[in-house]
């Protein structure tokens, strides 16, 4: 399940009621949150909760990343967990994602 708030002209997207993001449940993900990486939108990802990745669901992350710059909007990551934070780190993808430690953080960096 994905939830979506909108604050300040974001679009703020959480995963209430999951952990992981695997190969199991990007299929319920991907789809709802491609839909509101529209042109020009602003999308916070706060990956709160989120313990673990597996590389289906670094690829979506990516695929995201791919819709948001071809439809020049702006796709902004929080609230990564230590576990999660290891994995991005490792595969290097703290260079291509933007990342802050918190909603607050990704909002006044915008």
Do not use: W
């Not at 939830?3 to 703020?12: A, D, L, P, R």
């Not at 990516?62 to 290891?86: A, G, H, W, Y």
């Amino acid at each position: 399940m994905v939830k979506v708030e909108n604050i300040n002209g974001f679009s703020v997207v959480t995963f209430p009621n999951a952990n992981r993001i695997n190969v199991g449940n990007i299929g319920d993900f991907k789809d709802k949150v491609t839909a509101i990486i529209t042109p020009t939108s602003k999308v916070i990802l706060d990956l709160t909760g989120i313990t673990y990745i597996d590389s289906s669901g670094f690829g979506m992350l990516l695929s995201f990343l791919r819709t948001s710059k071809t439809n020049e909007s702006k796709l902004m990551f929080c609230c990564i967990m230590p576990e999660v934070m290891s994995l991005v780190n490792l595969l290097q993808l703290h260079t291509v994602f933007d990342i802050c430690s918190s909603r607050e953080d990704c909002l006044a960096h915008a």
